[in-house]
């Protein structure tokens, strides 16, 4: 390996450390080619992901979307050519030829963040899966490339991305709102729990938001449950750095519900002894 793409997997690896500490922390018990793999994978999520939830300040829509058209030009270059100068995209190209990864992927994810420049509200859940599909599920997808996955497994990856997704909007619900004005629990069950958008304006955690969130986990716990049967079916080497990622995104429900419910009162995370715990306790059953 050039030093080229040494320095390009070595920032990969930094975003990733530092925006994703629990797929971080999944991620060391993959092989070394797969860990790289996944971590040029996270920086593609990630550069889009900012560009759309923390652009620069002086950006309008217009300028946002602009900057994700670019990007996206860049990485169709990068694909094609194998050759970049932005590391994430240089890497990134290197992944999706040596996985086999459907480029349709790419521009699905691409797509979905898009989205979130102009579409603020979901009415239904079916609604709201349609957009995980290209946030999340195409993410589990590509990382089952990498991985390497037996006949059947998608559906599988598909529902792992969507319990993740699911996970961090409900631990998000403040910031989303206030930060970017976007709610993403569908209308239809706030209506059923008679949650206003003034409950999560004035961070109201009353017994009726509550009931909305054990009925959201409760739901989130089933994809983790429905997409467990999918590690199986994953080559030998990758199924605990998955197993860990989902065990450790599943506990931040566990936190969720430590803290009452109230998700407005802080950002709940897990620590890292509490990380520790769960590796700990996977490893038993492991070995």
């Known amino acids: 390996m050039d030093e080229h793409l040494r320095q390009a997997y070595s920032e990969v690896k930094a975003i990733t450390k530092k925006y994703g500490t629990s797929y971080y922390v999944a991620t060391r018990f993959l092989p070394l080619a797969q860990r790289q793999a996944t971590y040029s994978?996270?920086?593609?999520?990630?550069?889009?992901?900012?560009?759309?939830?923390?652009?620069?300040?002086?950006?309008?829509?217009?300028?946002?979307?602009?900057a994700l058209d670019d990007w996206q030009e860049k990485w169709y270059q990068a694909y094609h050519t194998r050759l970049s100068d932005d590391p994430v995209l240089l890497v990134t190209a290197q992944t999706f030829h040596q996985y086999d990864i459907p480029l349709r992927y790419g521009d699905e994810f691409l797509e979905a963040m898009k989205q979130d420049l102009w579409k603020e509200r979901y009415q239904t859940y079916t609604e709201l899966q349609e957009y995980m599909y290209g946030s999340a599920s195409v993410v589990g997808l590509m990382m089952s490339y990498v991985i390497g996955f037996e006949k059947g497994a998608l559906p599988y990856a598909e529902k792992l991305g969507e319990a993740m997704q699911m996970t961090n909007f409900l631990r998000d619900i403040k910031e989303d709102y206030h930060d970017r004005n976007r709610i993403y629990l569908p209308q239809e069950d706030l209506d059923q729990f008679g949650i206003t958008e003034a409950h999560i304006q004035d961070e109201v955690c009353d017994e009726?938001?509550?009931?909305?969130?054990?009925?959201?986990?409760?739901?989130?716990?089933?994809?983790?449950?429905?997409?467990?049967?999918?590690?199986?079916?994953?080559?030998?080497?990758?199924?605990?750095?998955?197993?860990?990622?989902?065990?450790?995104?599943?506990?931040?429900?566990?936190?969720?519900?430590?803290?009452?419910?109230?998700?407005?009162?802080?950002?709940?995370?897990?620590?890292?002894?509490?990380?520790?715990?769960?590796?700990?306790?996977?490893?038993?059953?492991?070995?």
């Not at 999520?45 to 217009?62: A, K, L, M, Q, S």
């Open 208 to 287: 009726q938001f509550v009931a909305l969130m054990k009925f959201e986990i409760e739901k989130t716990r089933k994809l983790y449950q429905e997409a467990e049967p999918g590690i199986d079916m994953l080559t030998k080497e990758g199924r605990f750095g998955v197993r860990m990622a989902s065990r450790l995104y599943e506990a931040i429900l566990d936190k969720i519900e430590q803290a009452e419910y109230n998700v407005f009162q802080s950002r709940v995370y897990t620590k890292k002894r509490e990380k520790l715990k769960i590796l700990g306790k996977e490893l038993v059953t492991w070995l």
């Open 41 to 66: 994978l996270y920086g593609f999520f990630r550069i889009p992901d900012e560009y759309v939830d923390n652009p620069d300040p002086n950006w309008d829509t217009t300028q946002a979307k602009q």
